[in-house]
C-alpha cells in the first residue's frame, strides 16, 4: 500500500538522486512553490542530486529561463532533462522526415525547430503545410484552451497520408495557475485513437529517463535504480514513468489529481486508496505538496 509521509526529508536519506516533475509539483506555471524549493535545496545540501525531468516540449536552455522568471531558485536543482530535448533530437535524426506540418505555439516552434549542430554541420527543419509535409512536430495544440478535437479534420486527411506525429509533450492536460490547459498529449491521443501513429518521447516513455540518466551521469554521478526517487503528480506519466523504470516514485496529490484524492493538505486515505485502484497503479509514497 502506498505509504502518505509529512516531508521529503522523511524518506529522501534512502535516496541519492531525485527525478523531479516541475509543474504542479515545484511550480503552478506561474510562481514558484517556496515549500518545494525548500525541500529540493535542504535535500542538496545533504548531498542528494536534483534532476529536473520535465515533459516541456521547450529545450532545457528555454527551461531554465522560465524557472528564474517563476522563482525558483537556482541552487534547489543540478541538471535539467526536457521532453522537449529527447523529441528535438528525435526530430532532427528524421523520425518524421526535415518537411514538417508543426502544431504549437509560435515561441515553442521557434525553441523547438532552430536548426541543430551536429559534427560542425547544421541540419534544418523545414515547416511547410500540411499537404507538403513529411510528418507532424506537435508541442501542443494551437489553441491550449481549445477542444482538441477542433483539430480532428486536418489530423483525419493527415492519418490518410500516413504520417507520423512526434508528440514532444505527453502529457494530457496541465494546470497554469487556476486555469487547465491542454497539451501535446491530448492531439497525440486523439491521432492514435484515430489510427494514426504517434511518437513519444516525454514521461512515462523511456527515451526521457535514459536522458534523465545521462545528466546524471555527466554530473560524475552513478546511481542505480534503486537510490533515484522520481517525484510528481502526474499519476499516467510521472508515476508510471517510474513503475515502468523500477523506481520510487512520490506522488504528489495536491496536482492534477486533487480533487479525486480529496487532497487539502494531505490526501484522504480512503480517496486515495480508490483513485489508485481505479488508476491500477502504485506509488510508493504520496504527499499533499512537495514540501
Given amino acids: ?31 514558484a512553490f517556496p515549500d518545494a524549493c525548500d ?8 548531498g542528494g542530486t536534483v534532476i529536473l525531468v520535465t515533459n516541456s516540449p521547450r529545450p532545457r536552455g528555454s527551461v531554465e529561463k522560465q524557472l528564474d522568471g517563476f522563482g525558483v531558485p537556482t541552487d534547489a536543482w543540478d541538471a ?38 551536429i559534427q560542425d554541420k547544421p541540419i534544418h527543419i523545414e515547416t511547410v503545410p500540411l499537404d507538403q509535409a513529411e510528418g507532424i512536430v506537435c508541442t501542443g495544440p494551437f489553441d491550449p484552451l481549445a477542444d482538441p478535437e477542433d483539430l480532428r479534420p486536418g489530423l483525419l486527411y493527415a492519418k490518410t497520408k500516413g504520417l ?36 513519444y518521447f516525454g514521461k512515462p516513455h523511456p527515451p ?7 545528466r546524471l551521469q555527466a554530473l560524475g554521478k552513478s546511481v542505480g535504480p534503486e537510490g533515484i526517487l522520481a517525484i510528481g503528480d502526474g499519476i499516467a506519466t510521472d508515476i508510471q514513468g517510474a513503475m515502468g523504470e523500477d523506481i520510487d516514485s512520490l506522488f504528489i496529490t495536491g496536482g492534477l489529481a486533487a480533487s479525486e484524492t480529496k487532497t487539502k493538505d494531505q490526501p484522504d486515505q480512503e480517496a486515495l486508496n480508490a483513485y489508485l485502484d ?14
Avoid at 535524426?93 to 502544431?103: E, P, S
Avoid at 506509488?283 to 505538496?289: E, Q, S, V, W
Wanted: hydrophobic residues 40%.
Fill in 80 to 117: 535539467i532533462a526536457t521532453s522537449g530535448d529527447s523529441a528535438r533530437a528525435a526530430a532532427f535524426d528524421g523520425a518524421v522526415g526535415h518537411k514538417v506540418y508543426f502544431i504549437g505555439l509560435e515561441e515553442e516552434k521557434d525553441s523547438f525547430l532552430k536548426p541543430l549542430t
Fill in 39 to 46: 525541500a529540493l535545496i535542504a535535500y542538496r545540501q545533504r
Fill in 164 to 199: 507520423k506525429l512526434l508528440c514532444a509533450n505527453p502529457d494530457i492536460v496541465v494546470d497554469r495557475g487556476e486555469r487547465r490547459e491542454w497539451c501535446a498529449g491530448a492531439v497525440a491521443q486523439l491521432y492514435t485513437e484515430m489510427g494514426g501513429e504517434s511518437l
Fill in 278 to 291: 481505479k488508476e491500477k497503479s502504485n506509488p510508493t509514497y504520496a504527499i499533499g505538496f512537495l514540501r
Fill in 208 to 214: 526521457i529517463y535514459d536522458l534523465a540518466r545521462r
Fill in 1 to 31: 500500500m502506498t505509504q502518505i509521509i509529512s516531508s521529503l526529508a522523511d524518506i529522501s536519506d534512502r535516496y541519492d538522486a531525485l527525478f523531479v516533475d516541475l509543474w504542479g509539483c515545484v511550480h503552478n506555471g506561474v510562481k
